[in-house]
């Protein structure tokens, strides 16, 4: 079944049926029975941890890194995604993440090449208006909240201000992390995107894959642990579906990540978990996207890997919401995350 067939079905299957029979449907939480205000009966919260190499996954394993792991195990997933084919870079692939577009604003891209904090817009940086998916969640009335460890993620609430309901951009993780568990606790919004650090700033400072980024991927472990426990010690939230990539990844004792050509800079990973996900890989799921093993595969292929730039079109799927107007990256919405 696809994806955006999946959602309005469960939908009606929720108003049609007793309480204790959604209860019983549901194989992973218990199902939501009260409809919102905004009509919209999930809750999609993207977690992307800036510079996970999935190699550093391989090395620590399921024993140090539990949090990572029962989403892996426990959900749809692969460690061999894309990034954009363009830049491996925090913005340019960010910004891919939340538009569904690519990066070059001369082939329909967001037009985001640059990484730092200026003060510009995607819309300037595409020449155009860019929409998004909190610009699609916002049209259908729900809420959307952003809570980023980096300054330059205010480029989010610069190009979309009306769009987000909630927004913190602070170079400070364990900030960042505990302002995301009271919203969710306190607003169940539609959309949350929540931006960690840690790990790539370790990267930068003692090199990829290195034994302070190892340490600090246990540390994000433990943050996103946080994260799950929260999301399961409310009932408003059980139905909540948590997508999982990165912006890019990092080749072993590498400072940067900037080249797009070195396999272990573009490939990271993708993971979806939550009630009613299929628990395969993804590439076994969707036998028309391509896993391209260690190749880097131009948007015009005829078969595209799973990218981390899905992430947009993906999640309004999940909230039976159409795709990003002028998104490509699955804008078909035929990415199957269900058996």
Known sequence: ????????????????????????????????????????????????????????????????????????????????????????????????????RRVAANRGGHGVTWNDGRDRTVQQGAGHPVASVFTQVHAASGSTAVFAS????????????????????VDDEARVVKAARADLRTHQRAFTFLHLARVDRAGHRDGFLSAGYLSALRKVDREIGSVLNTIEATPALADTIVILTSDHGGAKGAHNHTNPRVPDNYIVPFVVWGRD???????????????????????????????????????????????????????????????
């Open 277 to 339: 996900i299929s628990t395969r890989d993804l590439y076994q799921i969707n036998p028309d996207y391509l896993d391209p093993v260690r190749r880097r595969p131009g948007y015009d292929a005829n078969r595209q890997p799973v990218r981390n730039g899905d992430v947009a079109n993906l999640a309004l799927g999940l909230l039976g919401l159409g795709p990003v107007p002028g998104s490509e990256l699955d804008a078909e919405q035929d990415l199957d995350i269900v058996y």
């Open 1 to 100: 079944m696809r994806l955006r067939h999946l959602v309005p079905l469960l939908t009606a299957a929720a108003l049609a049926v007793p309480a204790t029979a959604a209860v019983q449907a549901a194989p992973v939480r218990p199902a939501v029975t009260a409809q919102r205000a905004d009509g919209l009966t999930t809750h999609v919260l993207v977690i992307s941890v800036d510079g996970l190499n999935p190699a550093g996954l391989r090395t620590l394993g399921a024993g140090r890194l539990p949090s990572f792991y029962r989403l892996i195990d426990d959900g749809a997933s692969t460690l061999n995604a894309r990034t954009e084919v363009e830049r491996t870079e925090t913005l340019p692939d960010h910004v891919g993440m939340v538009t569904g």
């Open 150 to 169: 980096k300054a330059k993620f205010s480029i989010f609430e610069r190009s979309w201000p009306g769009a987000i309901d909630r927004s913190l951009t």
